[in-house]
């Protein structure tokens, strides 16, 4: 039970097929990328991290909306056997930001240009955040292009460590009642979810699934990512309901 073997099996089966859809480009550009595309790219990150320094174990936050990088991101490190950490990309607070940052002991974290002031901020008393990566800008003095280290490294077939206790995963919880509490979640936890809800809602390949709510929380990221995801099916990409400017 691990995310990549789900991920693996379901781009040899359905290579072709149509795994992602987004917006890119300023003219926001419908894009597609298939199975045997989105596993590339997974595996180009993964041997970005793994040359960057992060090792498994390491936790590395993701603080960023819906888009691509998030997926790429995310199972870039499950790859390696590091532990990807999901922050509400609504939190700005420096002092938020810099609780669960250090609770966790990020080592690094992938972001969006807009999401850098407070995470600055919160940076400099964290001497443990080493990597920063950006997404979607020309990244600032101390920061690595997120899709640039994708596109430069060669894809890394071999996995990390992939057991079903292992920890892939960080989620942070909404702290109303006192500081946000790290959650760990294992492969078995998520590989287990995806194959009871496939099961008793009886999806299928031939489902298209809108990741509309933010990926950051669980239930986004089981129904519209990791189940579609182990079925071949397509997930269709949406930044935000509100309506464009």
């Known amino acids: 039970m691990n995310l990549n073997a789900e991920l693996d099996a379901a781009a040899r089966s359905h290579a072709g097929r149509a795994a992602l859809v987004f917006a890119s480009g300023e003219d926001g550009k419908e894009t597609t990328w298939s199975y045997r595309e989105l596993r590339e790219k997974i595996l180009r990150a993964a041997a970005a991290f793994r040359s960057s320094g992060i090792e498994s174990g390491d936790r590395v936050a993701i603080l960023h909306r819906n888009d691509p990088a998030f997926i790429v991101a995310y199972f870039g490190l499950v790859r390696i056997g590091a532990v990807a950490v999901p922050i509400n990309f609504m939190i700005q607070s420096p002092e938020e930001l810099r609780f669960m940052l250090g609770h966790c002991g990020a080592k690094g974290i992938v972001t969006q240009a807009d999401l850098l002031p407070g995470l600055l901020r919160a940076k400099e008393s964290l001497p443990g955040l080493k990597n920063l ?7 600032p003095a101390g920061a690595v292009a997120f899709w640039d280290a994708v596109g430069a490294s060669a894809p890394r077939e071999e996995l990390g460590p992939a057991a079903p206790g292992d920890i892939v995963a960080i989620v942070y919880s909404s702290g109303t009642t006192g500081v946000p509490k790290g ?9 287990s979810n995806c194959r009871a809800t496939t099961r008793t809602f009886r999806f299928s390949q031939d489902d298209v699934f809108l990741a509309l709510l ?22 269709v990409n949406a930044v935000s309901v509100a309506p464009p400017k």
């Open 214 to 235: 933010p990926m950051f929380h669980t239930f986004c990221w089981m129904v519209d990512v990791i189940i579609p995801l182990s079925l071949g099916a397509k997930i």
């Open 133 to 139: 990566w950006v997404s979607d800008a020309v990244a």
């Open 183 to 191: 959650v760990m979640m294992t492969h078995a936890n998520l590989v």
